[in-house]
């Protein structure tokens, strides 16, 4: 089994930057896909940024394409979260997930999930 944890969220002007981070515990993550997916209220939670078990092949949203960067550290057992340029709608409470196949931009494809993270973006 693997138990995530978030971590990094907060409140930040427009414009400025936060790293979210999501460690895991119980088991390497090297051969899961890992995910970030977040869900503002009143919508649907939705899937921002995913990467695959060697890290090679990457997915984005469109509306954080060129901002948000995904990236994973096996030794740490860590995936991270670069967002830069935040705007007021990328408010939402974030989550990782982990499966232990391709990466996937549907929730219900992830077993494994964080507790999530606030970010709130004020203008």
């Known amino acids: 089994q693997v138990q995530l944890a978030e971590s990094g969220g907060g409140l930040v002007q427009a414009g400025g930057s936060l790293r979210l981070s999501c460690v895991a515990s119980?088991?390497?993550?090297?051969?899961?896909?890992l995910g970030w997916f977040r869900q503002a209220p009143g919508k649907e939670r939705e899937s921002v940024a995913a990467?695959?078990?060697?890290?090679?092949?990457?997915y984005y949203a469109d509306s954080v394409k060129g901002r948000f960067t995904i990236s994973r550290d096996d030794a740490k057992n860590t995936v991270y979260l670069q967002m830069n340029t935040l705007k007021p709608e990328d408010t939402a409470v974030y989550y990782c997930?982990?499966?232990?196949?391709?990466?996937?931009?549907?929730?219900?494809?992830?077993?494994?999930w964080g507790q999530g993270t606030q970010v709130t973006v004020s203008s």
């Open positions: 990467i695959n078990w060697n890290g090679r092949s990457t």
């Open positions: 997930a982990a499966r232990n196949m391709e990466y996937s931009t549907f929730p219900h494809h992830y077993g494994t």
């Open positions: 119980g088991r390497t993550l090297r051969m899961h896909a």
